[in-house]
T-cell receptor
Framework: GAGVSQSPRYKVAKRGQDVALRCDPI?????LFWYQQALGQGPEFLTY????????KSGLPSDRFFAERPEGSVSTLKIQRTQQEDSAVYLC?????????????FGQGTRLTVV | QKEVEQDPGPLSVPEGAIVSLNCTYS??????FMWYRQYSRKGPELLMY????GNKEDGRFTAQVDKSSKYISLFIRDSQPSDSATYLC????????????FGAGTRLAVHP
């Protein structure tokens, strides 16, 4: 596809359930980012991949959050034992290279609601 | 105190008005400054990008950076109803990957 694709678009999870969110970056993009956007807030950095290597996971809020990109393309963000405070839009972005002066393209996000 | 502060609005203006959106920041290490536009239930899209103090113009949009005051602005001239969206400022560090620090976003409504 032409852009960053995320699935599912919407996910409702019961508290305590595990969820997996998928990101298909733009083909050939080396860098991939996950952000969390709470209602009425700006996106907050979660983690960064360069190819398959996770170079920064400093933004992951707890050890319940786990991300992977095993073949350097598709990435999955997994949240274990979901809590209500995990309710947010999870955005994935990719860029051709990782330098700050390279445009990052965002997907439409996955809206997670934990009930 | 957050590293990037942005008034959430909402801001409501008539069509044709000049809009001024602003962010302040506390970390002098920021070297790159961006403005993203986010329509409802969509991902952010890059509008403007600059790395130095001064003005940068692109069509109806002008981005302004004042590093001495740690203050950035986005001006929209001849605003249109299609400009109605949330505008996010974002900042990054030089020498590293493009991990962005975002403001909270300002909701803008342009009414006909």
């Amino acid at each position: 596809g032409a852009g960053v694709s995320q699935s599912p678009r919407y996910k409702v999870a019961k508290r305590g359930q595990d969820v997996a969110l998928r990101c298909d970056p733009i083909s050939g993009h080396v860098s991939l980012f996950w952000y969390q956007q709470a209602l009425g807030q700006g996106p907050e950095f979660l983690t960064y991949f360069q190819n398959e290597a996770q170079l920064d996971k400093s933004g992951l809020p707890s050890d319940r959050f786990f991300a992977e990109r095993p073949e350097g393309s598709v990435s999955t963000l997994k949240i274990q034992r979901t809590q209500q405070e995990d309710s947010a839009v999870y955005l994935c972005a990719s860029s051709l290279v990782g330098t700050v002066n390279t445009e990052a393209f965002f997907g439409q996000g996955t809206r997670l609601t934990v009930v | 105190q957050k590293e990037v502060e942005q008034d959430p609005g909402p801001l409501s203006v008539p069509e044709g008005a000049i809009v001024s959106l602003n962010c302040t920041y506390s970390n002098s290490a920021f070297q790159y400054f961006m403005w993203y536009r986010q329509y409802s239930r969509k991902g952010p899209e890059l509008l403007m990008y600059t790395y130095s103090s001064g003005n940068k113009e692109d069509g109806r949009f002008t981005a302004q950076v004042d590093k001495s005051s740690k203050y950035i602005s986005l001006f929209i001239r001849d605003s249109q109803p299609s400009d109605s969206a949330t505008y996010l400022c974002a900042m990054g560090f030089s020498g590293g990957y493009n991990k962005l620090i975002f403001g909270a976003g300002t909701r803008l409504a342009v009414h006909p």
